[in-house]
DNA sequence: ATGACTGCAAAGACTTTGCATCTTT
DNA sequence: AAAGATGCAAAGTCTTTGCAGTCAT
């Protein structure tokens, strides 16, 4: 069942959910991880704990914590969609080598710290992107 | 032929080309639209004056343009890649509507500029994404 | 009992690739 | 001629969905 509510011109959307082991385990996973996960991640890392659970359940699952805001989708790298169940303000490094996700800080001021990252971090900094999502007034 | 240059540690990748007008059509389809384009979005706009054109065609070349800088890819929007021929820096809004990518300038102060945006552009802003690509000292 | 959750397999969506044919140099 | 470029269809990935059976309330 779906409960939607609209208070003040702001809409909730409120999806019932019953308990459920590997529901809490998905969310325990990806919150126990740096490493941004994908579903796959996900998957792999309890297969052994939770034999019986499939991928369509992990899919499933990352997309209800998405819709209520639990975790949030930080980017696609090589064709695999990376979550994030840290959820504070703060900015990323996506490694072309490795595909892999590394926290920052949310910079103050950009350039300041790219130049940081790359004498600090020793990384190799080769394109900065800043986007922000939302609505545009059409859609409102 | 690909051609690998090395020069005082910067590495060239030179892949010959020859002149074909597809390429031409699709390189200049994407420099001459900000509606950030997907491949699908070239293929359509292209198709009643290059009936024969295959979508694989402009994969294959948006993937070119992109081994060689003259495009980027700047969003995975539902799904689709989204590729950008202005390869200066600035930023990007992505309306979960419509799907619209809009060019923004590059900001100064993060916080200031969503301010200025929802005020003076109408945009709602959900969030606000800064990520930095490239090698990590691991990849290096 | 009812509504929610899951596994499985199938379907979908987007992108890449193999191969034969045609173009450019 | 040789190296590239293209169309077509097939294959590849990642993700979503339909359905029947299971679980939580």
Same mark, same amino acid.
Not at 37 to 55: F, G, I, K
Not at 56 to 77: C, D, P, Q
Not at 100 to 129: H, M, T, Y
């Given at each position: 069942?779906?409960?939607?509510?609209?208070?003040?011109?702001?809409?909730?959307?409120?999806?019932?959910?019953?308990?459920?082991?590997?529901?809490?385990?998905?969310?325990?996973?990806?919150?126990?991880?740096?490493?941004?996960?994908?579903?796959?991640?996900?998957?792999?890392?309890?297969?052994?704990?939770?034999?019986?659970?499939?991928?369509?359940?992990?899919? @499933?699952?990352?997309?209800?914590? #998405?819709?209520?805001?639990? !975790?949030? /989708? $930080?980017? =696609?790298?090589?064709?695999?969609?990376?979550?994030?169940?840290?959820?504070?303000?703060?900015?990323?490094?996506?490694?072309?080598?490795?595909?892999?996700?590394?926290?920052?800080?949310?910079?103050?001021?950009?350039?300041?710290? @790219?130049?940081?990252?790359?004498? #600090?971090?020793?990384?190799? !900094?080769? /394109? $900065?992107? =800043?986007?922000?999502?939302?609505?545009?007034?059409?859609?409102?």
């Amino acid at each position: 069942m779906i409960i939607i509510i609209e208070i003040h011109e702001v809409i909730l959307l409120i999806e019932s959910r019953k308990n459920s082991r590997k529901r809490n385990a998905i969310l325990e996973a990806m919150r126990g991880t740096k490493s941004h996960p994908s579903a796959q991640w996900v998957y792999d890392s309890l297969r052994s704990s939770y034999p019986e659970l499939s991928l369509a359940t992990v899919y @499933r699952n990352i997309k209800l914590f #998405e819709r209520s805001g639990e !975790i949030i /989708s $930080v980017a =696609v790298v090589d064709g695999q969609e990376r979550y994030d169940a840290c959820v504070l303000p703060h900015s990323h490094f996506i490694c072309r080598g490795c595909a892999a996700v590394i926290d920052l800080d949310f910079p103050e001021d950009l350039e300041n710290a @790219r130049d940081r990252l790359e004498s #600090e971090e020793g990384f190799k !900094i080769e /394109s $900065v992107c =800043v986007s922000y999502k939302g609505l545009c007034r059409h859609c409102l």
